[in-house]
């Protein structure tokens, strides 16, 4: 069992700047990380991914305007987003692909005023 808990989301205008946290329980070391969010009445949509060598993946509405990074010593992952748009609005959630299942965590809320 992995425990995730995200952490830095927050109320901002459109175009700034937040850094998500996401600290796992267990060693994170060699597993595939990942951001998804969700927004009201729409589907859980993959955001980004990061592999266990550091290799990233974006979708390409947050593409140069989102960055996931990992630090395996601290057990987490980050998710810094620039030039915020009101569409970005939604609750982050981080996932970790392990032994052939998902772990989720709890989400973090992130609002974007226009």
């Known amino acids: 069992q992995v425990q995730l808990v995200e952490s830095g989301g927050g109320l901002v205008q459109a175009g700034g700047s937040l850094r998500l946290s996401c600290s796992a329980s267990?060693?994170?070391?060699?597993?595939?990380m990942g951001w998804h969010r969700q927004a009201p009445g729409k589907q859980r949509e993959w955001v980004a991914a990061?592999?266990?060598?550091?290799?990233?993946a974006y979708a390409n509405s947050v593409k140069g305007r989102f960055t996931i990074s990992r630090d395996n010593a601290k057990r987490t992952v980050y998710l810094q987003m620039n030039s915020l748009e009101p569409e970005d609005a939604a609750v982050y959630y981080c996932?970790?692909?392990?032994?052939?299942?998902?772990?989720w965590g709890q989400g973090t809320q992130v609002t974007v005023s226009s």
């Open positions: 267990t060693s994170i070391f060699l597993y595939r």
């Open positions: 990061i592999e266990s060598v550091g290799s990233t």
């Open positions: 996932a970790i692909n392990r032994a052939g299942n998902t772990y």
